[in-house]
């Protein structure tokens, strides 16, 4: 039987070093990423809830957040929720919600430089105007579930739609640094048009949208998409955050 030499001997014993006591298998790059993630959760997360007291404030709501390699949230309002909520109060809504994107669009830019990170964030709203019937599921233990084959469309989208592509270029419609809105109607992007307007107003975004179709998913088809850069934060814009005080457009 071939000795081995002591290189190898060597190498074994440090791959057995650097196995992880509870994965058994080399864990050091994963460790990196899944502290990366919880950080950036964590960030997010923070920003969103800051954020939440302003958009509770316009109409009491339900938002279901989720965290996995991202953060997902669903909003969920009206008259059910809210007797006094009216089609004013749910423009408002999205558009606080869009500044509440942008604002953790911006947190997202600051850490990957900061950090110098290769790390990098893509930001959506799927824009739904169908009501949804909300149940409590004892089943999956789930506050709020929907139900219904009219909903059927509703949970295909969502779960599908962030690595939707380009009808035209086949490219992801989520792009780093970029917030991308998905919607059906022509309806839907005059509202949205005018809420990127209002955006730019106030330096969060560019004025370049991206549009285009997106491709079929399986059993929806028809969607579209409108996309713009995050602006990074200005340093007057950040002392004046810190400081509690607003920029003036």
């Known amino acids: 039987m071939p000795r081995s030499r002591p290189a190898t ?10 196995l992880h006591p509870d994965h058994g298998a080399v864990y050091s790059a994963r460790a990196v990423y899944d502290q990366t993630i919880n950080v950036i959760n ?14 509770q404030a316009i109409t009491p709501h339900y938002c279901d957040l989720e965290a996995t390699d991202g953060i997902d949230h669903m909003i969920y309002a009206g008259q059910a929720i809210d007797p006094n909520f009216t089609r004013f109060h749910l423009k408002s809504l999205r558009y606080e919600q869009l500044r509440a ?25 799927l824009v739904q105007g169908v009501t949804v019937d ?38 992801r419609i989520t792009q780093p640094g970029m917030l991308t809105i998905v919607y059906s109607t022509l ?16 330096r969060l975004v560019s004025d370049q949208i991206e549009q285009g179709p997106v491709e079929a998913l399986q059993g929806v088809s028809g969607l579209k998409f409108a996309r713009v850069h995050v602006l990074p934060e200005a340093e007057e814009e950040r002392k004046a955050r810190e400081d509690g005080k607003e920029v003036g457009s």
Do not use: P
């Open 9 to 18: 001997g060597e190498a074994i014993s440090a791959y057995q070093a650097a």
């Open 42 to 55: 964590n960030l997010l997360r923070e920003t969103w809830n800051h954020w939440q007291q302003s958009m």
């Open 101 to 125: 994107m942008c604002s953790c669009a911006r947190q997202g830019l600051a850490l990957k430089a900061r950090h110098q990170t290769e790390m990098v964030l893509t930001h959506l709203v």
């Open 134 to 171: 909300i149940i409590h599921n004892e089943a999956t233990e789930r506050l709020f579930d929907v139900r219904g084959t009219r909903d059927t469309r509703y949970e295909i989208v969502k779960k599908r739609i962030d690595k939707a592509r380009d009808a035209n270029t086949h490219e």
């Open 187 to 202: 309806e839907e992007w005059q509202e949205y048009e005018l809420y990127l307007r209002y955006l730019h107003r106030e």
